[in-house]
């Protein structure tokens, strides 16, 4: 007798999940402009014709470009800079309950609201844009380090200087291996806001970049180029994500359950 | 299994001999304060051990033995009293001794194997890597963990991880060895076995121990001397010395009938102190 809860094969739920995308798809392109107006919904084929000419012309590299420069600066910049807090704090605790509170309201504030104080101080242009998403970054990552800092245990290191370990090993050997997790989670969960605030600060103040592709299609009432710079953006973060998730194979799979 | 059973290199030294004082603890009192109220924990305790002897403490829970086997290890300060070491006051972590503590500090991102051989991957105790391997076997091997080298701390019992933790004290072979019940998640079998295979070392290796035990039994088969301590504040209420021989057999021990006096002397000892022990405790709420 067939076990109804066995979980069918991998190829089947491929073959599943094509189709299914194969009749949105044909759904979809049967409602433009019979059911809805094209102009609200393009079509696929117009997608398609438009991302094809951007890639033939190839003007739509200069915004990926311009998107991938600054996501990766400002999370990279964000990163260093929150790891780097975390630690400190981490390490000094008295400094950490002085400033903690402001912390605190600046991590509540959404950071897009700082923007133009950016354009203010650094112009219109990359520069501000990688402030902005580094304003994001930098609190996740310093949450997560100051997290994996007070994770660390008393008692191993107590154990570790009974032992004969000296700071510095003590450091490598204890403190270093127990914040990393930390970290690597703190990494893979910003680089989804990093994006997003990526897109929104090249929609308000940008002259390129997918985020202002989207903005000025819009303002050109072309659906189908709003919808092609979303698709291409799709792609983007699609391809971001697959070495975040070898990222993930890193950090171990044993934790200890406390 | 029985790597270290080698035949005892000089004279059993008996535990009435006299020797150095290689622990000492002077009026030592500790207070603990807790939610505004101090308690104190332990009270007037003085004590010796001299080197080379096997003390055992043995008292109702919460008498404050844990306590003591910290500021020994230098961990913990005394409120009141000194606590001397080698004659020299304990002010910072002792890294004379080898302490292996109530609850288990392994690493929990290292494997058995990585974690048993820590010590040689320090400056102080540096060894090549093939040595430390071969250690590391050796040790494993004492305490019945072979197959689960690769194992991580997260995926053992209560008593593996005990056993795991004994390996990386023992490794390094410290002069002098505080164990906070290192038995106690262990079946009466395992528990036999690494008895007999930790006093064959501290015979060997002419180490000083303070073992804290909830078991009398233990005491008296391991010890030179059982002091016994009073419910909290734990002072210490009777000391009995062990007039065994050694290399001891503790298998044949147990069935020897001044065994059987001396456990049930000191056992009228402690069962009052159990006694009070719960009283307090249902007394105080
Ligand atoms: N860090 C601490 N803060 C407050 N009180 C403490 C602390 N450590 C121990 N105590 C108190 O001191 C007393 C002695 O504790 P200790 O751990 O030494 O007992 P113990 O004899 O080892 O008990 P057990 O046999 O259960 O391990 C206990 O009553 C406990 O409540
Ligand atoms: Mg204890």
Redesign the interface.
Known sequence: MRNRNAAPKPEVVLAQQLVFLVVLLATWQFASGRLIPAFYISSPSDIVAIVWKWLADGSIWLHVGSTIITLFMGYAVGALLGIGFGLLLGLSPRTERLVAPFIAALYGLPKVALLPLFVIFFGIGLVSKVALVASVVIFLLFYATLAGVRDIDRDIIQSMRLMGARSDEITRKVRLPAILPWIYTGLRTSIGYALTTTVVSEALSSNRGLGFLIEYSASQFNSAGVFGAVVVLLVLSSVIMIPLGMLERRSRPTRPSR | MPVLRLVHPEPAVGPTEARRRKIGLEKVAVDFATRGKTVRAVDGVTLEVPEKQFLALVGPSGCGKSTILNMV???LAPTEGTIEYDGAPVLA???R???M?Q?D?L???RTVADNIG??F?????KASAGERRERVAEMIDLVGLGGFERH????LSGGMRKRAALARMLI?EPETLLLDEPFGALDAQLRLLLQQELLHLVERRQMTVILVTHDLEEAVLMADRVVVFTSRPGRIRATRDIPFERPRNAMELRFRPEFSAIHEELWNELKDEFAASIGGERGAK
């Open positions: 290890a230098g961990l972590a002792n890294t001794v080898g302490y503590t609850k500090t690493l929990p991102w820590i010590a991957e320090l400056r102080c105790r991580y701390p997260a995926e390094y």
